[in-house]
C-alpha cells in the first residue's frame, strides 16, 4: 500500500511538472507572438514615416 502511495505521488509530481512546462511554453509562445505584433506595428509606422518623408501615396 505505501509503495502504490508513493507511486502515485510521483505520477501527480511529474504531471504537475509537465503541466508548468507546457504553462512555460504557453507563455513563451505568447510573448513571442506579442514582440512580432509589435515589431510588425513598428515597422508599419516606420513605412508610413518613409512615404510622408517621400510624399509617396498610401
Do not use: G
Not at 508513493?6 to 512555460?24: L, T
Not at 509562445?29 to 508610413?48: G, H, S
Amino acid at each position: 500500500m505505501k509503495a502504490e502511495t508513493s507511486s502515485i505521488r510521483k505520477k501527480v509530481e511529474e504531471m504537475k511538472s509537465a503541466a508548468e512546462e507546457k504553462k512555460i511554453e504557453l507563455e513563451l509562445e505568447k510573448l513571442t507572438r506579442d514582440r512580432l505584433l509589435v515589431e510588425l506595428q513598428l515597422m508599419q509606422e516606420a513605412e508610413q514615416a518613409l512615404r510622408e518623408i517621400l510624399f509617396l501615396p498610401n
